[in-house]
């Protein structure tokens, strides 16, 4: 299975993220805009990343009644970004509506359904959340019912990529963030893994930021994130 790698621009202004792209040209073409670059940059950056010929994952993690996400979905589909993500724990009804909002679009994105965020674990899950299952199970139980309304791809922790393979359909989209390089500090991550074993486990996309652009040589880098996901 083809992975392909996604660098996360998790910087505060558009001219670093330009910079960061202008810098790996030629070595990637994916990219994620977060909440952070988009609250300050807004659509204007989008426009300059699909001015420069590069793939648009928009990581906002739309979160709110059903009306509500179906016109900021129907919105971003016109901004012409690739992926976008909207979270599964705002349930099925929510989830029709993005997709509704999306086939208003002439230009139709890819919806991802974000599960449980890798910044948690069970303990946080159950102790904090008060949701009692594991993260494997409710991870399960989101994807399932995403699948359901017609939802195509989804953002996972690395860990669930094997048990989630076993079994949603083949053309079913995963993308994982909580990628590290070997023996690189895992930060805010609770549940990591490295770019050749998410690629191993059936990745479709592995996210990584600050691994790229924050080494003093983020080509040598790319290229060896590359190696390991051929």
């Not at 994952?57 to 979160?63: A, G, R």
Request: hydrophobic content about 40%; glycine content about 10%.
């Amino acid at each position: 299975m083809k992975t392909e790698l996604i660098v996360a621009l998790d910087v505060s202004s558009g001219e670093e993220a330009l910079h960061i792209v202008e810098t790996l040209s030629g070595y990637v073409t994916w990219y994620k805009v977060g909440s952070i670059l988009f609250t300050r940059e807004g659509p204007s950056l989008i426009k300059a990343l699909k001015d420069r010929g590069c793939k648009v994952f928009l990581d906002l993690k739309f979160f709110d009644i059903p009306n509500t996400v179906k016109g900021v979905c129907e919105g971003v589909a016109h901004l012409g970004v690739d992926m976008f993500t909207l979270h599964l724990l705002g349930g099925k009804e929510m989830s029709h509506a993005a997709l509704e909002g999306v086939s208003l679009a002439s230009h139709r994105p890819l919806a991802l359904g974000v599960t449980i965020l890798t910044s948690m674990n069970e303990d946080i899950l159950k102790n904090e959340l008060h949701i009692q299952e594991s993260v494997e199970n409710t991870v399960t139980h989101l994807v399932r019912q995403g699948l359901e309304v017609g939802i195509k791809g989804f953002v996972c922790s690395p860990h669930e990529l094997c048990s989630l393979r076993s079994w949603i359909p083949e053309d079913t989209i995963l993308v994982t963030p909580g990628i590290r390089l070997a023996g690189e500090a895992s930060g805010d991550q609770k549940r990591v893994m490295t770019p050749k074993e998410a690629h191993q486990y059936g990745a479709n996309y592995i996210v990584m930021g600050r691994s790229v652009y924050g080494a003093p040589n983020p080509i040598d880098v790319v290229k060896r994130i590359l190696t390991e996901i051929a």
